[in-house]
């Protein structure tokens, strides 16, 4: 599949895709087709056996945010809030709500701004890898606007009230090295040693048990709204599936005889 606003990479030999947001030249900055492209992207990644999806952005920046010139927030409120809405619904919440569905893990490698549905999409990542340069940003309160993106759901569960409602209500920005301490991203790297260190972590992933995984993944996102007794039942339901895979039983076989297992995928 061709793609006009990113570029898709499949290590057949990691099973890793790689989805890198390709308009350097607005900071990929995101019209709502990217989003669109975003959605193809992981399925395609998904059909080709992708254990793990890393995504990062071409050249200086990860993601801008929406493309105000191309019928991003600030285009949509333009026009009123009903457009404002549709873009949201059409486009940049459904490529969120399957990053939320993604059954491998996910790894995000932060190069400069992430801001706006960018911030929402990097902060996404089971594990967020950031540049020297990155800088996390939720700006819309500069505009007149509410943060999207998943952002009001995301950011106070990551980072507590009062820090999120900093990010929200003030709009500045969050260095890496902040977001690191915040405890809001897995690592802070040199931008020389970012696509490295993330490339290492999602191969890392990708050799792992993917069923369970995928399970712990879900399990940890649903278990935010659910009762102490419903997490436990989801628990035992998700340990049941991934009992019956083939990993768990070259796991155990490996551990019996004290040797690495030799994970594949299923």
Known sequence: MQYDMLKLDMDESTHVATITLNRPERLNAMPPSMADEVVKAIDAALAHKARAILVTGEGRAFCSGADLAS??????????????????????????KKVAEIPVPFI??????????????????????????????????????????????????????????????LGEKIRAGKAYEWGMIHKAASDEELM??????AERLA????????????MAM?????????????????????????????????????????????
Not at 71 to 96: F, V
Not at 117 to 139: K, P
Not at 150 to 166: I, Q, S, V
Not at 237 to 265: M, P, T, V
């Open 108 to 169: 995000t490698a932060v190069n400069g701004p992430a801001a706006g549905v960018g911030c929402s999409l990097a902060l996404s990542g089971d594990f967020v890898v950031a540049g020297a340069s990155a800088y996390f940003l939720q700006a819309f309160v500069n505009i007149g606007l509410v943060p999207d993106g998943g952002a009001t759901w995301m950011l106070p569960r990551l980072l507590g009230k009062a820090r999120a409602f900093e990010m929200m209500m």
């Open 196 to 201: 490295t260190e993330a490339r290492v972590l």
């Open 71 to 96: 019928g991003g927030d600030l285009a949509a409120a333009a026009s009123g809030g009903a457009a404002a809405k549709a873009s949201l619904d059409n486009s940049y919440h459904p490529m969120m």
């Open 222 to 266: 649903e278990n935010l709204d659910r009762t102490y007794d419903e997490a436990l039942d989801a628990e035992a339901n998700g340990q049941h599936i991934a009992g019956d895979s083939a990993d768990a039983r070259i796991g155990a076989i490996a551990f019996l005889k004290k040797e690495k297992a030799e994970f594949i995928g299923k």
């Open 207 to 218: 050799a792992g048990p993917t069923m369970a995984l995928g399970i712990m993944r879900r």
